[in-house]
């Protein structure tokens, strides 16, 4: 069984198909797939799909570049969502500074507030880290006693790969390790200790070669894990085994 860990199965590019996108990823040998929120009303959707298809859980959380968007009470929404057992984890939450119109106080206060709510309930937490390396490591390493933390999409060099396991967390890989040009991602997916991974898909985003250009979808999590088991020498099966094996601890119930 594989687990992809990062889904948007909320978004519009699946409203039309989604029980079909699930009978594809069980065929493919995609146990469970963990769909991921990025608002408050995106993570109302993401527990309610959990809350349909046994097979899917739920993160839910504030995706830095919907922060200036999320409304006062966002850490109490989030509370009572996370009183369901479908939730997994929270997020996604963390930096993104690519663009200079972003707001980077309220990023850094709603990533706080959120890891906050982590400690609280004792959940781990799903980051995501675009253009800000610092003040994500500066704003989470205090917390770092207290929970875990995986950087999804990781696309980092394998030093600060090493500062993030330093830290007791993990990193994440997706179609992105396919990609010819994609050296720094084949380096860490080679070298990254077996304890300190996941796959996932982030669909409907970055499809994996050979679907690159068309709808990503957890089905192709399986590619990931090919691609991955042949850059480290392995089985298929034995990263499947490990990946699913480092899921199932970092995420509540798995």
Same mark, same amino acid.
């Given at each position: 069984?594989?687990?992809?860990?990062?889904?948007?199965?909320?978004?519009?590019?699946?409203?039309?198909?989604?029980?079909?996108?699930?009978? @594809? /990823?069980?065929?493919?040998?995609? &146990?469970?797939? !963990?769909?991921?929120?990025?608002? =408050?009303?995106?993570? *109302?959707?993401?527990?309610?799909?959990?809350?349909?298809?046994?097979?899917?859980?739920?993160?839910?959380?504030?995706?830095?570049?919907?922060?200036?968007?999320?409304?006062?009470?966002?850490?109490?929404?989030?509370?009572?969502?996370?009183?369901?057992?479908?939730?997994?984890?929270?997020?996604?939450?963390?930096?993104?500074?690519?663009?200079?119109?972003?707001?980077?106080?309220?990023?850094?206060?709603?990533?706080?507030?959120?890891?906050?709510?982590?400690?609280?309930?004792?959940?781990?937490?799903?980051?995501?880290?675009?253009?800000?390396?610092?003040?994500?490591?500066?704003?989470?390493?205090?917390?770092?006693?207290?929970? @875990? /933390?995986?950087?999804?999409?990781? &696309?980092?060099? !394998?030093?600060?790969?090493?500062? =993030?396991?330093?830290? *007791?967390?993990?990193?994440?890989?997706?179609?992105?390790?396919?990609?010819?040009?994609?050296?720094?991602?084949?380096?860490?997916?080679?070298?990254?200790?077996?304890?300190?991974?996941?796959?996932?898909?982030?669909?409907?985003?970055?499809?994996?070669?050979?679907?690159?250009?068309?709808?990503?979808?957890?089905?192709?999590?399986?590619?990931?894990?090919?691609?991955?088991?042949?850059?480290?020498?392995?089985?298929?099966?034995?990263?499947?085994?490990?990946?699913?094996?480092?899921?199932?601890?970092?995420?509540?119930?798995?």
């Amino acid at each position: 069984m594989v687990v992809d860990t990062h889904a948007h199965l909320d978004f519009p590019e699946f409203e039309a198909d989604l029980p079909q996108v699930l009978e @594809r /990823a069980a065929a493919a040998g995609i &146990g469970r797939v !963990i769909t991921i929120g990025t608002s =408050v009303e995106g993570s *109302g959707r993401a527990l309610a799909i959990a809350n349909t298809y046994p097979n899917v859980d739920a993160v839910i959380g504030v995706h830095p570049t919907s922060a200036e968007e999320a409304p006062d009470d966002f850490v109490t929404r989030l509370a009572e969502m996370a009183a369901d057992p479908r939730v997994v984890a929270l997020g996604e939450t963390g930096l993104d500074y690519h663009r200079e119109s972003f707001d980077k106080e309220k990023q850094a206060r709603v990533f706080r507030r959120q890891l906050d709510l982590a400690c609280e309930l004792k959940l781990n937490v799903v980051i995501h880290q675009r253009d800000a390396w610092e003040d994500t490591l500066a704003i989470l390493r205090p917390y770092s006693k207290d929970l @875990r /933390a995986v950087f999804h999409c990781f &696309g980092n060099s !394998i030093a600060q790969a090493e500062e =993030v396991f330093s830290l *007791g967390h993990l990193i994440s890989f997706t179609g992105i390790v396919t990609f010819k040009n994609a050296g720094v991602v084949k380096d860490n997916a080679k070298n990254v200790p077996p304890d300190r991974y996941m796959v996932e898909t982030d669909c409907p985003f970055l499809a994996p070669d050979p679907f690159r250009g068309r709808r990503c979808e957890p089905a192709h999590t399986r590619r990931v894990v090919e691609v991955i088991a042949a850059l480290r020498g392995e089985s298929v099966e034995r990263v499947e085994a490990q990946s699913t094996r480092n899921a199932a601890g970092f995420f509540r119930g798995l």
